[in-house]
């Protein structure tokens, strides 16, 4: 019975007391770019549960601080439930579609603008393999060759206001030189406000707590699917029969159920407190214009912890 008290004061002082340290390093908004870095030698374990268009995800995430200005991180986001769900990425630094991607981060501008304040800009390049097919209703599932991500964050940092703006675009390769399955390529960008209250400014190990507000927009391609066996109707046990639309003269389809664009907008926090990180965010569809007939998604959630190793610091 005690342990199992200690454990829940545990996960409740986690909850409310958790997130990257107070130097700000390491962890930035929930879905949009930033240009936190880890130190270097330093490291993290994150755990991230995501839900979209009713489709729970489960990621975790390992990053490290290779070199100054320089990070390296694997996650690998994987679906808890089997439904069909938009194919752009979720975060900025995370896919949202089960895949298992490396990321490398560069910080390449670190400039002082005064007492604690600074502009910063750091790219991002990744690449990505599948890990699971996602289900369509207009089809079987498409096969996908690994991607590659590309990204670009700029902002400036004080110990009161952050703001950040940032884009990538994921390209997906292409079976057969470009003849078979194709899954849609992607475009992310962000625009952050961060906020520190005063009286919550407090340095480490003390706790932290930072309130961000976060837009992103979104842009997705077309998909397209090689030549499949027979072409009558495609029979799905959830949505019904459909009939493919017909093929180009090399054999390929373009899918009308696939791409588009939206605007999502909300709110996030990040509370921290010595070594441990929560952070949790929600944005909701402002605009959403999909292409032919797609499951809308009004609405997306992220929640994660995060456990930091700060050997760089402690030598």
């Known amino acids: 019975m005690c342990s199992h008290r200690r454990l829940w004061k545990f996960l409740l002082c986690a909850l409310c007391l958790s997130a990257a340290p107070a130097w700000a390093d390491g962890h930035g908004p929930a879905f949009g770019y930033s240009t936190t870095l880890l130190g270097v030698g330093d490291s993290s374990i994150e755990t991230s549960f995501m839900w979209r268009s009713g489709v729970a995800m489960f990621s975790p995430v390992v990053s490290y601080g290779w070199r100054e200005n320089l990070q390296i991180s694997i996650s690998s986001p994987f679906n808890l439930n089997q439904n069909e769900h938009p194919v752009g990425r979720f975060t900025a630094t995370m896919p949202g579609t089960p895949e298992v991607e490396g990321l490398l981060a560069w910080r390449f501008l670190h400039r002082s603008t005064g ?77 952050v406000f961060g906020w520190r209250p005063p009286f919550l400014d407090m340095d480490y190990p003390k706790p932290d707590l930072r309130f961000f507000w976060e837009t992103t927009g979104d842009w997705i391609g077309h998909a397209s699917r090689g030549p499949i066996v ?24 373009v899918l009308p159920n696939s791409g ?56």
């Open 260 to 315: 588009g664009t939206a605007v999502y907008t909300g709110p996030s926090f990040l509370c921290t407190y010595r070594s441990m990180a929560f952070q949790t965010g929600v944005q909701y569809g402002v605009w959403d214009h999909r292409n032919g007939v797609q499951p809308p998604e009004r609405f997306r959630v992220v929640v994660g912890f995060s456990y930091f190793f700060l050997g760089g610091r402690r030598k």
């Open 230 to 253: 027979g072409t009558g109707p495609f029979c799905d046990p959830h949505s019904g029969c459909t009939t493919p639309p017909p093929p180009t003269s090399t054999g390929v389809t």
């Open 115 to 191: 007492v604690a304040s600074r502009n910063e800009a750091t790219l991002y390049f990744g690449g990505s393999a599948s890990t699971q097919l996602l289900p369509r209703a207009d089809g079987p599932a498409l096969q996908r060759e690994p991607a590659i991500y590309a990204a670009a964050a700029a902002g400036h940092i004080s110990r009161k206001y952050y703001v950040w703006a940032g884009a990538g675009y994921q390209h997906n390769g292409r079976w057969s030189s470009g003849d078979q399955d194709h899954q849609s390529d992607s475009m992310l960008s962000s625009l």
